[in-house]
């Protein structure tokens, strides 16, 4: 498997992760259950992960543009 396809699966299984863990804390605040305070923090690491495979995947097109135009040359 290449390097992009795992970093795109790795971006979509995050994603999953990320919408899971924000669904359940709105159903526990939804069923008047208020979490600790802790359980508002468990999104930011698949949000950390997903900043930057969206990134990586963002400049994948420029990056490729650019190693074309060198190798052309």
Same mark, same amino acid.
């Given at each position: 498997?290449? @390097?992009? #396809?795992?970093?795109?699966q @790795?971006? #979509?299984w995050?994603?999953?992760i990320?919408?899971?863990i924000v669904v359940a804390i709105f159903a526990m605040l939804g069923m008047?259950?208020?979490p600790v305070e802790w359980v508002y923090y468990l999104p930011l690491p698949p949000l950390a992960v997903l900043l930057l495979t969206?990134?990586?995947m963002f400049a994948l097109p420029y990056l490729g543009?650019?190693?074309?135009?060198?190798a052309a040359e």
């Open positions: 498997m290449g @390097v992009n #396809r795992a970093i795109r @790795v971006h #979509r995050t994603s999953i990320f919408a899971a008047g259950q208020q969206g990134l990586y543009k650019r190693r074309s135009a060198v």
